[in-house]
Nanobody, 116 residues
Framework: QVQLVESGGGLVQPGGSLRLSCDASGSISRFYRMGWYRQAPGKQRELVANIIISSSTTNYADSVKGRFTISRDNAKSTVYLQMNNLKPEDTAVYYC?????????WGQGTQVTVSS
């Protein structure tokens, strides 16, 4: 059983920063890849960033490159998403994802709202 619990969302002004955390049950070393997706109202869920656990290779959506950073801490079984220079269009529910073998696992999501 895999459980992913996101935290760190909230309300922030444009230009502000937030750090999201995804705490996994058990070791994250068993996962091939972990990542963050987001879904805004009326829109499809989209990839924000992901990281290959064994190599730390990262991948970002063009819309967040240079502003967001994904990282992982194997000892804490946690993946982070540091979000800087937030924009109103970043407003969405952010979901943590883990790929293990052929199965995808999802967290419950955390709301990020960027507004003045």
């Amino acid at each position: 059983q895999v459980q992913l619990v996101e935290s760190g969302g909230g309300l922030v002004q444009p230009g502000g920063s937030l750090r999201l955390s995804c705490d996994a049950s058990g070791s994250i070393s068993r996962f091939y890849r972990m990542g963050w997706y987001r879904q805004a109202p009326g829109k499809q869920r989209e990839l924000v960033a992901n990281i290959i656990i064994s190599s730390s290779t990262t991948n970002y959506a063009d819309s967040v490159k240079g502003r967001f950073t994904i990282s992982r801490d194997n000892a804490k079984s946690t993946v982070y998403l540091q979000m800087n220079n937030l924009k109103p269009e970043d407003t969405a529910v952010y979901y943590c994802n883990a790929l293990w073998a052929i199965s995808n696992y999802w967290g419950q999501g955390t709301q990020v709202t960027v507004s003045s």
